[in-house]
């Protein structure tokens, strides 16, 4: 049985003062029946992790280098983000891919380092508009899972976040119709590859998911959650999010 998770990415957003948040989240979820995460910028990790100390919230990171230290400015190691007490990490976010020039081979890299440095990472998939309207959507899904996932991955390391790029902070979401036939192809594909581990590996929907469209979206197969970036930064709107999980 595959436990629900609201993961919700905060992306570049928020402040010192915006963590008052995490523990409305945390209060008026207490009783809910869902894994929820908030994974701020990397500067705030540290004051979240104090903030949701003794709630039922888990804080995250956004990125992590492959590297397990070394010289490079700027980034943060898996090993940090667990020494700090966090235990999940959002990997190959297409804002990463576009941002960074990421491609799959070093999320997979990234994935296979926090894996050994015992996070949960959360990697995430999806085809731009244009791979969409070409309909090549399922062949870009199937080389990013087979590129991106490492085959370290199991059903207690690793999650998959499908967000098409064209969903995300745009205000359009996927049909659901769209997400099923996604969603259905990807966990063909997780099975086929790691068998009972990959029945059991969760499967987020990430891109515009908000109060208004969040049951609709946990009513169909094979989503086990959403991965959500601008309605996470309020508790006003994360937290029905989190109660139409629960109540799917
Ligand atoms: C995201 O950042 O992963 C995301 C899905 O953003 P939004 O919910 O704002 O579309």
Request: proline share 3%; glycine share 8%; net charge negative.
């Amino acid at each position: 049985m595959r436990r629900k998770m609201a993961a919700g990415n905060w992306k570049m957003n928020g402040s010192r003062a915006a963590l008052s948040q995490l523990q409305a989240i945390a209060t008026a979820t207490s009783d809910v029946d869902v894994d929820t995460l908030i994974c701020p910028p990397s500067v705030y990790l540290s004051e979240a992790l104090s903030c949701a100390a003794d709630t039922s919230l888990h804080i995250g990171a956004q990125d992590c280098h492959f590297e397990t230290s070394g010289p490079h400015t700027g980034d943060i190691s898996a090993a940090m983000i667990g020494d700090l007490g966090a235990f999940h990490v959002i990997l190959g976010h297409s804002e990463r891919r576009a941002d960074h020039g990421e491609d799959s081979a070093q999320v997979r890299d990234k994935a296979k380092t926090a894996q050994a440095t015992g996070l949960t990472t959360i990697i995430c998939l999806g085809e731009s508009e244009d791979q969409r309207l070409a309909c090549n959507t399922l062949d870009i899904i199937a080389g990013q899972l087979a590129t991106s996932v490492p085959d370290t991955s199991t059903a207690a390391n690793t999650i998959i976040a499908y967000e098409p790029v064209w969903a995300i902070g745009t205000g359009r979401t996927a049909t659901t119709a769209e997400i099923d036939e996604v969603h259905d192809f990807i966990r063909a594909r997780l099975v086929q590859r790691f068998s009972e581990e990959g029945q059991e590996m969760r499967l987020l929907y990430g891109g515009s998911v908000k109060p208004g469209n969040a049951a609709e979206i946990f009513e169909t197969d094979n989503v086990d959650g959403a991965l959500v970036g601008g309605a996470s930064l309020k508790a006003s709107d994360f937290v029905p999010i989190i109660k139409a999980l629960a109540a799917s």
